[in-house]
DNA sequence: GCCAACGTTGGC
DNA sequence: GCCAACGTTGGC
Protein backbone atom coordinates (compact mmCIF):
# COMPACT_ATOMS: atom_id res chain seq x y z
CA UNK A 1 0.00 0.00 0.00
CA UNK A 2 1.05 3.59 -0.62
CA UNK A 3 0.36 6.82 1.18
CA UNK A 4 -0.52 10.17 -0.07
CA UNK A 5 -1.38 13.85 0.76
CA UNK A 6 -3.83 15.36 -1.27
CA UNK A 7 -4.60 19.10 -0.59
CA UNK A 8 -8.35 20.51 -1.28
CA UNK A 9 -9.74 23.94 -0.48
CA UNK A 10 -12.18 23.91 3.04
CA UNK A 11 -14.48 26.25 1.08
CA UNK A 12 -14.83 24.00 -1.72
CA UNK A 13 -14.27 20.60 -0.15
CA UNK A 14 -13.47 19.78 3.44
CA UNK A 15 -13.35 16.90 5.21
CA UNK A 16 -16.56 17.45 6.69
CA UNK A 17 -17.88 17.71 3.24
CA UNK A 18 -16.45 14.44 2.22
CA UNK A 19 -17.77 12.65 5.13
CA UNK A 20 -21.36 14.45 4.28
CA UNK A 21 -20.95 13.12 0.32
CA UNK A 22 -23.30 10.23 -0.78
CA UNK A 23 -21.23 7.36 0.05
CA UNK A 24 -19.03 9.64 1.78
CA UNK A 25 -17.13 9.65 -1.40
CA UNK A 26 -16.22 12.25 -3.55
CA UNK A 27 -14.44 12.54 -7.27
CA UNK A 28 -11.39 14.26 -6.63
CA UNK A 29 -11.99 17.10 -9.02
CA UNK A 30 -9.97 19.89 -10.93
CA UNK A 31 -5.99 18.52 -10.67
CA UNK A 32 -4.52 20.54 -13.23
CA UNK A 33 -1.19 19.63 -13.20
CA UNK A 34 0.53 16.98 -14.96
CA UNK A 35 2.93 15.58 -11.84
CA UNK A 36 -0.23 15.59 -9.59
CA UNK A 37 -2.16 13.95 -12.42
CA UNK A 38 0.39 11.30 -13.05
CA UNK A 39 0.80 10.08 -9.38
CA UNK A 40 -3.02 10.11 -9.16
CA UNK A 41 -3.89 8.38 -12.64
CA UNK A 42 -0.74 5.95 -12.29
CA UNK A 43 0.81 5.83 -9.29
CA UNK A 44 -2.06 5.22 -7.05
CA UNK A 45 -3.66 1.89 -6.38
CA UNK A 46 -7.21 1.40 -4.87
CA UNK A 47 -6.74 1.05 -1.71
CA UNK A 48 -4.38 3.93 -0.62
CA UNK A 49 -4.72 5.59 1.83
CA UNK A 50 -4.10 9.71 1.99
CA UNK A 51 -3.95 12.40 4.64
CA UNK A 52 -6.87 14.86 3.61
CA UNK A 53 -5.43 18.27 4.09
CA UNK A 54 -6.98 21.72 3.92
CA UNK A 55 -4.98 24.39 2.05
CA UNK A 56 -5.76 27.89 0.93
CA UNK A 57 -7.50 28.90 4.51
CA UNK A 58 -6.47 30.72 7.76
CA UNK A 59 -4.72 27.40 9.19
CA UNK A 60 -3.46 24.75 6.72
CA UNK A 61 -3.20 21.24 7.92
CA UNK A 62 -4.18 17.69 7.81
CA UNK A 63 -7.71 17.04 8.55
CA UNK A 64 -8.13 13.78 8.24
CA UNK A 65 -7.40 10.79 5.96
CA UNK A 66 -9.64 9.33 3.28
CA UNK A 67 -9.17 6.33 1.13
CA UNK A 68 -8.47 5.60 -3.01
CA UNK A 69 -11.32 4.02 -4.01
CA UNK A 70 -11.94 4.05 -8.04
CA UNK A 71 -9.54 3.69 -11.00
CA UNK A 72 -8.95 6.73 -13.11
CA UNK A 73 -11.46 7.71 -15.16
CA UNK A 74 -11.48 11.60 -16.74
CA UNK A 75 -12.43 14.73 -14.97
CA UNK A 76 -15.98 15.59 -15.98
CA UNK A 77 -15.30 19.62 -15.25
CA UNK A 78 -12.38 19.73 -18.10
CA UNK A 79 -15.13 19.21 -20.52
CA UNK A 80 -18.06 21.66 -19.47
CA UNK A 81 -17.40 25.04 -20.86
CA UNK A 82 -18.80 27.66 -17.95
CA UNK A 83 -16.70 25.24 -15.24
CA UNK A 84 -13.79 27.11 -13.86
CA UNK A 85 -11.57 23.84 -14.49
CA UNK A 86 -12.74 23.74 -17.93
CA UNK A 87 -9.46 22.89 -20.39
CA UNK A 88 -10.57 23.96 -23.86
CA UNK A 89 -7.42 22.12 -25.25
CA UNK A 90 -8.85 18.70 -23.86
CA UNK A 91 -11.67 16.75 -25.71
CA UNK A 92 -13.81 13.69 -24.26
CA UNK A 93 -11.81 10.91 -27.43
CA UNK A 94 -8.31 12.05 -25.45
CA UNK A 95 -9.20 13.73 -22.61
CA UNK A 96 -6.29 15.99 -20.05
CA UNK A 97 -7.02 15.16 -16.70
CA UNK A 98 -8.00 12.00 -14.60
CA UNK A 99 -9.12 11.58 -11.37
CA UNK A 100 -10.33 8.96 -8.78
CA UNK A 101 -12.95 9.01 -6.42
CA UNK A 102 -11.57 8.81 -2.42
CA UNK A 103 -13.69 7.90 0.55
CA UNK A 104 -13.76 9.21 4.16
CA UNK A 105 -12.21 6.89 6.36
CA UNK A 106 -12.06 9.62 9.21
CA UNK A 107 -11.26 12.78 10.67
CA UNK A 108 -8.47 13.41 13.09
CA UNK A 109 -7.37 16.05 15.50
CA UNK A 110 -6.58 18.88 13.09
CA UNK A 111 -2.45 19.18 12.32
CA UNK A 112 -1.79 22.16 11.65
CA UNK A 113 1.47 22.68 8.78
CA UNK A 114 3.47 24.80 11.11
CA UNK A 115 3.51 21.97 13.39
CA UNK A 116 4.49 19.66 10.85
CA UNK A 117 7.09 21.88 9.92
CA UNK A 118 8.26 21.77 14.10
CA UNK A 119 9.30 18.32 13.70
CA UNK A 120 12.56 17.08 12.32
CA UNK A 121 11.55 13.51 11.62
CA UNK A 122 9.31 15.15 9.13
CA UNK A 123 11.97 17.76 7.83
CA UNK A 124 12.28 15.68 4.51
CA UNK A 125 8.33 15.40 3.47
CA UNK A 126 7.57 16.45 -0.16
CA UNK A 127 4.61 18.43 1.16
CA UNK A 128 7.10 20.91 3.31
CA UNK A 129 10.29 21.27 0.51
CA UNK A 130 10.69 24.58 -0.88
CA UNK A 131 8.14 26.15 -3.14
CA UNK A 132 6.13 22.86 -3.21
CA UNK A 133 2.91 23.72 -4.82
CA UNK A 134 1.92 19.83 -5.59
CA UNK A 135 -1.45 19.38 -4.79
CA UNK A 136 -0.88 15.58 -4.80
CA UNK A 137 2.52 14.85 -2.37
CA UNK A 138 3.31 10.76 -1.54
CA UNK A 139 4.11 10.41 1.68
CA UNK A 140 7.04 7.81 2.74
CA UNK A 141 5.31 5.08 5.30
CA UNK A 142 8.03 6.45 7.81
CA UNK A 143 6.21 10.07 7.33
CA UNK A 144 2.53 8.37 7.93
CA UNK A 145 3.31 6.58 10.82
CA UNK A 146 4.78 9.62 12.48
CA UNK A 147 1.92 11.61 12.14
CA UNK A 148 -0.83 8.46 12.29
CA UNK A 149 0.77 8.66 16.11
CA UNK A 150 0.65 12.57 16.01
CA UNK A 151 -3.05 11.95 15.93
CA UNK A 152 -3.74 10.00 18.67
CA UNK A 153 -1.39 12.89 20.86
CA UNK A 154 -3.60 15.49 22.56
C1' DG B 1 -3.48 41.67 -0.38
C1' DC B 2 1.28 40.51 -1.01
C1' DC B 3 4.75 37.93 -2.93
C1' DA B 4 7.91 33.87 -3.68
C1' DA B 5 8.10 30.01 -6.33
C1' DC B 6 6.71 27.30 -9.82
C1' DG B 7 4.56 25.48 -14.32
C1' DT B 8 2.98 26.61 -18.82
C1' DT B 9 2.77 29.17 -23.00
C1' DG B 10 4.32 30.93 -27.11
C1' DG B 11 7.51 33.69 -29.94
C1' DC B 12 11.73 33.14 -32.03
C1' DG C 1 14.87 23.98 -27.90
C1' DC C 2 15.43 28.29 -25.40
C1' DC C 3 13.63 31.56 -22.40
C1' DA C 4 10.83 35.64 -21.14
C1' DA C 5 6.32 36.60 -19.86
C1' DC C 6 2.46 35.29 -17.73
C1' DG C 7 -0.81 32.92 -14.65
C1' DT C 8 -1.43 30.16 -10.56
C1' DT C 9 -0.60 28.30 -6.02
C1' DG C 10 -0.60 28.90 -1.42
C1' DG C 11 1.44 30.54 2.91
C1' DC C 12 1.61 34.55 5.47
Known amino acids: MQ ?13 DDLAAAPGQTVPWTGVRN ?8 DAMRIGDL ?7 CAEPGIAGICEVCSEPYPD ?7 DPY ?16 VRFVGKSRYIPLAELRAHPE ?9 GNRLSIT ?3 PEEWTFITQLMERQ
Do not use: C
Request: charge should be positive.
Open 34 to 41: YQARNFMR
Open 122 to 130: LAGMRLLAR
Open 86 to 101: FDPKSSPDKPRWWLRD
Open 3 to 15: FWLMKSEPEDVSI
Open 76 to 82: ATQFVAV
Open 138 to 140: PVT
Open 50 to 56: AFFYHSG
